[in-house]
């Protein structure tokens, strides 16, 4: 059969009688059962194979019975291939939707998740200035920084990133979505911020364990460890974001971060030690903590 053959193989070969027979559309998704080690296999097959044929996932739902070009099939093929060996689909498309932008994504930059819009959820709700000053610590994409900027036209966001590559990478979302109350800056977390206040101030830094399991499975594996792995016990960029946040924020500023699920009573203590009041650990759309926020206690 065609469909194992060509599993076996990183590029089609010639041969194949696959390439001399047409193929469906439907026989293409087909190849969902392959993805063994998914967890959204028919997903992930479906947008690999719209990106390859330029149409939306609609339309192979619409017309399976189509029969796309050679060409199109061995485009399909080499990015189905990439998907078997692991590679994250965000990374074999070149982008990753999150809130309402589609942002691009590349190997020096965390794959936006998710759990993470609960930042920007959160941050939203807050009572805070009409035009307030809004800093994002480790930008990665930019997009907790653009989704903000997105919903709020009236803020002034200003994003960090200690990779010039991630910088480079949040500038050019910044420019494909015209957003122009953001600015982009190449900073080892506060070193190069502008001599301003803040009023609000998240982050989602590096808080993996160094030798935690997880980093060896799935898409984590393709992952950058300097935006995933934070010291022993997964809590050095915390421990610094949080502790130095204060000296940055206005009376009453806000302070937000995304840390790991087991993290949460040790950063809130983190933040009490820092001078926060009303600090809250919410939990993520799994019902595990996910961030925690606080407001700093006027003088």
């Not at 998914?38 to 029969?67: C, F, G, I, M």
């Not at 190997?107 to 805070?128: C, G, K, S």
């Not at 991630?166 to 977390?189: F, G, K, P, T, Y």
Request: hydrophobic letters at 40%; a negative charge; aromatic letters at 8%.
């Amino acid at each position: 059969m065609w469909f194992s053959l060509w599993s076996m193989n990183s590029r089609p070969s010639s041969s194949l009688p696959w390439q001399t027979k047409p193929v469906t559309i439907s026989e293409l998704l087909q190849r969902s059962a392959e993805l063994t080690a998914s967890d959204s296999a028919v997903l992930d097959t479906e947008l690999l194979l719209s990106h390859a044929l330029n149409v939306s996932p609609t339309y192979l739902k619409t017309w399976p019975d189509r029969q796309p070009d050679s060409d199109c099939v061995t485009t399909f093929a080499a990015l189905f291939q990439r998907r078997l060996r692991g590679e994250p689909i965000a990374y074999i498309l070149g982008y990753q939707g999150f809130w309402s932008l589609d942002l691009k994504v590349s190997q020096h930059t965390l794959i936006p998740r998710p759990e993470t819009e609960l930042l920007v959820e959160t941050a939203l709700e807050l009572q805070l200035p009409q035009q307030s000053s809004v800093l994002d610590l480790g930008t990665g994409t930019g997009a907790i920084a653009l989704a903000l900027a997105s919903e709020r036209s009236d803020w002034k966001v200003t994003a960090l990133d200690f990779q010039a590559q991630a910088v480079a990478l949040a500038e050019e979302n910044r420019a494909a979505h015209q957003l122009h109350n953001v600015q982009i800056l190449h900073s080892d977390w506060f070193a190069a911020i502008p001599a301003i206040k803040f009023d609000l101030i998240l982050s989602n830094p590096p808080y993996i364990e160094n030798n935690d399991p997880h980093l060896s499975e799935g898409d984590v594996r393709f992952e950058p460890a300097s935006a995933l792995v934070s010291g022993a016990e997964g809590l050095n960029d915390l421990i610094h974001v949080i502790g130095h946040s204060a000296a940055f924020l206005q009376p009453s500023g806000w302070l937000l971060v995304e840390h790991g699920c087991d993290q949460g009573s040790r950063v809130r203590a983190l933040f009490a030690e820092a001078g926060f009041s009303a600090v809250e650990t919410r939990c993520d759309y799994n019902q595990m903590d996910r961030i925690t926020l606080g407001q700093l206690r006027p003088c």
